[in-house]
């Protein structure tokens, strides 16, 4: 039993520990500043789409149409957003703040954290695994989060301009290019890859460095049950709602763990961003980021502890 909690344990920690180091970093040298801003822009327009181009340029594609884990994952997103939206509206949340807390109970961040878990605790068959539930439920997140904001603010649904975003998404376009070499009959060269191993160790590291950088330490104290609730229901109810489905499809070993590792990580800082330019409330949405992000190491090692005592991975 300790070996297996210490095996969780190394796995997970060293993500987290890289975005408190970026955390630290970046206040400790302000005239790095300008620096991480740079370097944010290089991971989200090619750090990270570059990452899921090498991984998809390798799926199955007959495999890929097929993966039970990424239609579970779908189900799962669902249900945790209708849960939350429901148990939020229960306990007489006013609207805005529903439409928050259930875009941060349902979007985890797939594309920095989930990614480096995977790694982290599966290697290259991790990240290939996770590339085509990344892109999606990247679209699918992001279809919800415009839905649910849209209806927390009394926004008419705009299908023009989201599937603008979308397309321009360089997290999706990524992976589309990368699942396209797959679906033809291009082989990239053997260094191609070899060169794409030690451009994925060089950029995680990095992505979680400048995520670190972007936190803001002096969360308000405005709001605090709606925050507890947020973060129970992000690292909590919707994990658990998750592994309830994937087992019940029968999804088990290094499927069911990537999986679990996308859905169980932290709100995604763009959710603060959406609720940002809706003129709701920034700081609210930004906290979730927060102490969602700061608890996320122990909830996530004790999933994937008990994940491996009980032998579904």
């Known amino acids: 039993m300790i070996s297996l909690l210490y095996l969780s344990f190394i796995s997970i920690f060293p993500v987290f520990a890289w975005i408190f180091f ?8 302000p005239r790095l500043h300008n620096f991480y801003r740079f370097g944010e822009k290089f991971v989200f327009y090619v750090g990270i789409p570059g990452i899921l181009f090498i991984t998809a340029s390798k799926i199955e594609p007959s495999e890929a149409l097929t993966a039970t884990y990424s239609i579970a994952g779908i189900i799962a997103t669902l249900s945790a957003l209708m849960f939350s939206w429901g148990f939020a509206r229960g306990r007489n949340y006013d609207i805005e703040q529903t439409g928050i807390i259930t875009q ?20 290259e068959k991790g990240l290939a695994l996770a590339a085509l539930p ?53 082989e990239l060269p053997i260094n191609f890859y ?3 191993s030690t451009f994925t160790a060089l950029v995680i590291p990095l992505s979680l460095i400048f995520l670190g950088g972007a936190i803001d330490l002096k969360p308000s104290r405005r709001s605090q049950q709606a925050l507890v609730l947020a973060t129970t229901l992000r690292l909590l109810v919707a994990p658990t709602l998750a592994l309830i489905i994937f087992l019940l499809m029968g999804v088990r070993e290094v499927e069911l763990g990537v999986s679990f590792l996308l859905l169980s990580g932290p709100v995604a800082a763009a959710s603060h961003i959406m609720v940002a330019a809706r003129g709701g409330d920034a700081k609210l949405a930004a906290n979730i980021v927060v102490l969602s992000t700061v608890l996320a190491p122990f909830t996530i090692t004790t999933g994937l502890f008990l994940l491996r005592y009980f032998a579904f991975i």
Do not use: E, H, Q
Request: charged share 5%.
């Open 22 to 29: 970026g955390a630290v970093l970046v206040r400790g040298l």
């Open 104 to 123: 941060a109970g349902y979007r985890a961040n797939l594309g920095i954290i989930g990614l480096a878990l995977c790694a982290s605790t599966f290697g």
């Open 134 to 186: 990344v892109a999606v439920w990247t679209l699918l997140f992001n279809v919800l989060a415009v839905a649910v904001l849209n209806a927390a603010y009394g926004v008419p649904f705009a299908l023009r301009p989201l599937i603008k975003n979308l397309i321009r998404n360089p997290l999706i376009i990524g992976i589309t290019l990368g699942f396209g070499v797959a679906l033809s009959s291009v």
């Open 194 to 196: 070899r060169a794409g």
